[in-house]
Nanobody, 122 residues
Framework: QVQLVESGGGLVQAGGSLRLSCVVSGRTFSGLTMDWFRQAPGKEREFVASISWGGSSTYYANSVKGRFTISRDNAKNTVYLQMNSLKAEDTAVYYC???????????????WGQGTQVTVSS
């Protein structure tokens, strides 16, 4: 059974930074496309970023491009989301997700974590 466990969320002031981590177990990590999604109160879940199996390809939502960086360490079965220049509108529950298929905007990942809260105060 694939398990994804996020950590690193918290409260930060606008303009600050946070780094989220997600540890994966139960499946060969290097064979998974890894994603981050988020869901703000009263809004639908939205895509944030994705990284390919080997880390050579990354994809970002326009709203976070230039501020967030997704990366992975296959030796540690971990994916990261470095979030800089945070804004109040980045406040959301952030979810790590995984799928064995290559990234596509139409794919809903098979595996999901429980989420970690990020709150940005203005």
């Amino acid at each position: 059974q694939v398990q994804l466990v996020e950590s690193g969320g918290g409260l930060v002031q606008a303009g600050g930074s946070l780094r989220l981590s997600c540890v994966v177990s139960g499946r060969t990590f290097s064979g998974l496309t890894m994603d981050w999604f988020r869901q703000a109160p009263g809004k639908e879940r939205e895509f944030v970023a994705s990284i390919s199996w080997g880390g050579s390809s990354t994809y970002y939502a326009n709203s976070v491009k230039g501020r967030f960086t997704i990366s992975r360490d296959n030796a540690k079965n971990t994916v990261y989301l470095q979030m800089n220049s945070l804004k109040a509108e980045d406040t959301a529950v952030y979810y790590c997700a995984a799928d064995p298929r290559r990234y596509s905007a139409s794919i809903i990942p098979n595996y999901w974590g429980q989420g970690t809260q990020v709150t940005v105060s203005s």
